[in-house]
């Protein structure tokens, strides 16, 4: 039968019906090792008793009052995420997009606010991914998601990743803010050298910028602290976080220092469901554990084990894996085959993992996944290269025998 949903996803034909840590099981109770998270969303795996407590004692008290109301749980949420980080104030949406537009929009206004509404251009950087809406793929400036759907939002300029020249040429008097991810994540899990991310603080003082990092792949511990940017001493101005944060509950979060939020008085921006006490609830939970004693610090251990297996795993398949990338449990395999095969493959194999650009599998484990977990991740990629690598190399043999 065909499907009444939009052909807008390549869906691969299998479905689930529960999970449990790093594990999702069919109907028939076949069970895949989930190294994919839902692309970096369950970060404490699937039905954490943590969470599960904190959506459904909150489902039985209020789900939604809107934003026309205080809501203590996302005081609470804001004050911690704040207590955590570089930022001042927090604003909550559904997604990546929202926040990324809120942070966008929140850039621009800074300006105006300062008495340049003329600096509203924001720079960012090729392989970027910033969403789907369609600001935040004029920010992402990836022609195969802006064709076809009319003028490209102006206001947003792309430099290549690292090229310090052209970004300075791109630096211009209507310039407002720069955009970046610290780790590529769509992109193809390129890491952000840490001196680069301290060269663009500096350019960006030094001409009056914005720094706005995207983390919403990055954030909520992924790299083995709360944020990506904190391993590199840098603070960005404003961000955006998503994904992790909820656990699996849509939830985004716009994260700024006072002075960067300077122009975003009452009444300026505005969301429905954003910080719904259902969302707050879930968010808490979700920081309850990853602030918890040690859990960031095995997280970093964890990630650094794995990272070692897996350039163990290239060394053994140089025909299929060329190179290893990413940082903490955000981690990726540059392909000598098609990556879309190898993820094909490794599903058969009853592991999941995600395709990215520039030819990557990407592995997002979520953070509680145990050391079994990832021994048992690290033998299904092998037995996937393996297989790969037969199946690579078998007409060349057929060639050699003939
Ligand atoms: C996924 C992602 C987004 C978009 O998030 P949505 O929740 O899909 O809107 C934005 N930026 C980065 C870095 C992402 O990885």
């Given at each position: 039968?065909?499907?009444?949903?939009?052909?807008?996803?390549?869906?691969?034909?299998?479905?689930?019906?529960?999970?449990?840590?790093?594990?999702?099981?069919t109907?028939?109770?076949e069970?895949?090792?989930?190294?994919?998270?839902?692309?970096?969303?369950?970060?404490?795996?699937?039905?954490?008793?943590?969470?599960?407590?904190?959506?459904?004692?909150?489902?039985?008290?209020?789900?939604?009052?809107?934003?026309?109301?205080?809501?203590?749980?996302g005081?609470?949420?804001?004050?911690?995420?704040?207590?955590?980080t570089f930022?001042?104030?927090?604003?909550?949406?559904?997604?990546?997009?929202?926040?990324?537009?809120?942070?966008?929009?929140?850039?621009?206004?800074?300006?105006?606010?300062?008495?340049?509404?003329?600096?509203?251009?924001?720079?960012?950087?090729?392989?970027?991914?910033?969403?789907?809406?369609?600001?935040?793929?004029?920010?992402?400036?990836?022609?195969?998601?802006?064709?076809?759907?009319?003028?490209?939002?102006?206001?947003?300029?792309?430099?290549?990743?690292?090229?310090?020249?052209?970004?300075?040429?791109?630096?211009?008097?209507?310039?407002?803010?720069?955009?970046?991810?610290?780790i590529?994540?769509?992109?193809?899990?390129?890491?952000?050298?840490?001196?680069?991310?301290?060269?663009?603080?500096?350019?960006?003082?030094?001409?009056g910028?914005?720094?706005?990092?995207?983390?919403?792949?990055?954030g909520?511990?992924?790299?083995?602290?709360?944020?990506?940017?904190?391993?590199?001493?840098?603070?960005?101005?404003?961000?955006?976080a998503?994904?992790?944060?909820?656990?699996?509950?849509?939830?985004?979060?716009c994260?700024?220092?006072?002075?960067?939020?300077?122009g975003?008085?009452?009444?300026?921006?505005g969301?429905?469901?954003?910080?719904?006490?259902?969302?707050?609830?879930?968010?808490?939970?979700?920081?309850?554990?990853?602030?918890?004693?040690?859990?960031?610090?095995?997280?970093?251990?964890?990630?650094?084990?794995?990272?070692q297996?897996?350039?163990?795993?290239?060394?053994?398949?140089?025909?299929?894996?060329?190179?290893?990338?990413?940082?903490?449990?955000?981690?990726?395999?540059?392909?000598?085959?098609?990556?879309?095969?190898?993820?094909?493959?490794?599903?058969?194999?009853?592991?999941?993992?995600?395709?990215?650009?520039?030819?990557?599998?990407r592995?997002?484990p979520?953070?509680?996944?145990?050391?079994?977990?990832?021994?048992?991740?690290?033998?299904?990629?092998?037995?996937?290269?393996?297989?790969?690598?037969?199946?690579?190399?078998?007409?060349?043999?057929?060639?050699?025998?003939?």
């Amino acid at each position: 039968m065909t499907s009444a949903l939009l052909p807008t996803y390549a869906r691969a034909p299998i479905a689930f019906e529960r999970g449990e840590g790093a594990w999702l099981v069919t109907r028939d109770g076949e069970r895949y090792l989930d190294f994919g998270a839902g692309i970096a969303v369950n970060a404490l795996g699937h039905a954490h008793p943590h969470l599960v407590e904190a959506l459904t004692t909150q489902a039985q008290k209020l789900w939604h009052t809107s934003n026309l109301f205080e809501i203590p749980e996302g005081e609470r949420l804001g004050r911690r995420l704040v207590d955590a980080t570089f930022a001042d104030v927090a604003f909550f949406a559904n997604s990546g997009a929202e926040a990324n537009e809120a942070a966008i929009k929140m850039a621009r206004k800074y300006h105006a606010a300062g008495g340049h509404p003329e600096r509203f251009r924001i720079i960012t950087f090729e392989g970027a991914f910033h969403g789907r809406t369609l600001a935040t793929i004029a920010a992402g400036g990836q022609a195969k998601y802006i064709d076809g759907f009319g003028p490209k939002v102006d206001g947003f300029d792309q430099v290549p990743t690292g090229d310090f020249d052209a970004l300075e040429v791109a630096i211009g008097p209507e310039t407002a803010a720069l955009m970046i991810e610290p780790i590529q994540g769509e992109g193809g899990l390129r890491v952000i050298p840490h001196t680069d991310l301290r060269r663009l603080r500096a350019l960006c003082d030094q001409h009056g910028l914005l720094l706005i990092m995207d983390e919403v792949q990055t954030g909520v511990g992924r790299t083995g602290r709360l944020f990506a940017h904190e391993w590199s001493g840098v603070t960005p101005d404003i961000m955006s976080a998503a994904k992790g944060i909820g656990g699996g509950f849509p939830l985004g979060v716009c994260l700024a220092t006072t002075e960067a939020a300077r122009g975003m008085t009452a009444g300026t921006h505005g969301t429905t469901f954003g910080g719904n006490p259902l969302a707050m609830a879930v968010g808490n939970a979700v920081l309850d554990v990853v602030l918890g004693n040690g859990f960031l610090a095995r997280v970093e251990a964890l990630g650094l084990r794995l990272k070692q297996s897996l350039a163990a795993l290239r060394d053994s398949h140089p025909d299929v894996i060329t190179e290893v990338r990413g940082e903490g449990l955000m981690l990726g395999l540059k392909l000598a085959v098609p990556n879309t095969e190898f993820v094909a493959a490794a599903r058969d194999g009853h592991l999941l993992v995600i395709p990215a650009g520039d030819n990557v599998v990407r592995l997002l484990p979520p953070l509680i996944v145990t050391d079994v977990d990832v021994a048992e991740a690290v033998a299904r990629l092998d037995a996937t290269a393996t297989r790969l690598e037969a199946e690579k190399l078998a007409p060349k043999r057929q060639g050699a025998a003939a």
